[in-house]
């Protein structure tokens, strides 16, 4: 099992302070997707990158993969700016960044199980909600042939899901107790 890098206390509680409100933004942000529309979700989603980043950090790098996420999440994140209206497309880039990051979160068994698997495969269901409701060809159609409300129903369900997550690991991070380490023995890397 890996150890978690410790930090004295006046570092680590600028550190969690830092990481908690970062994801209590990108949860706000979500939320406000949910309810005002397509233009929060390029944000939201540049929120996640630093979530992503900030909970490599917190549990001493996720290495190759964990680079290789934040490139997946960061296509899908420069695709929700070009291509607001694809959202299965971008969110489920954004899913496999957030699934690879939940995965290496999940191994070493430091974050709560519960909120690591809504933020791991929250976008990824938004993504099933999406493609199951457009099947069933649930609601009216509109214009273009499409079905609104599998539009809406995808981007309720993933973003509500990774937000969930993301409020179980800020909770988390905010009660975690400092841990004060000797300044003479260098952190483990």
Not at 30 to 46: H, L, T
Not at 80 to 103: D, H, K, N, Q, R
């Amino acid at each position: 099992m890996l150890s978690r890098p410790q930090l004295s206390g006046s570092l680590h509680q600028r550190s969690t302070g830092s990481i908690t409100s970062t994801i209590l933004a990108a949860t706000v942000t979500f939320m406000r997707g949910i309810s005002f529309g397509p233009c929060s979700w390029p944000v939201a989603g540049i929120l996640g990158l630093f979530v992503m980043t900030a909970l490599g950090k917190r549990h001493g790098g996720f290495g190759a993969a964990g680079l290789i996420a934040l490139v997946i999440a960061s296509l899908g994140v420069l695709l929700s700016i070009v291509f607001t209206w694809a959202s299965p497309g971008w969110m489920g880039l954004i899913g496999i960044g957030y699934l690879i990051t939940g995965i290496k979160m999940w191994s070493p068994g430091l974050a709560p199980k519960a909120s690591t698997v809504l933020f791991a495969v929250g976008m990824l269901v938004g993504v099933a909600t999406f493609i199951i409701v457009d099947a069933l060809e649930v609601g009216e159609v509109d214009s273009y042939g499409d079905y609104p409300a599998a539009w809406i129903s995808g981007n309720v369900v993933g973003p509500g899901l990774t937000a969930l997550g993301l409020i179980g690991l800020g909770l988390w991070l905010k009660s975690e107790q400092p841990v004060d380490v000797s300044t003479d023995t260098p952190l483990a890397a």
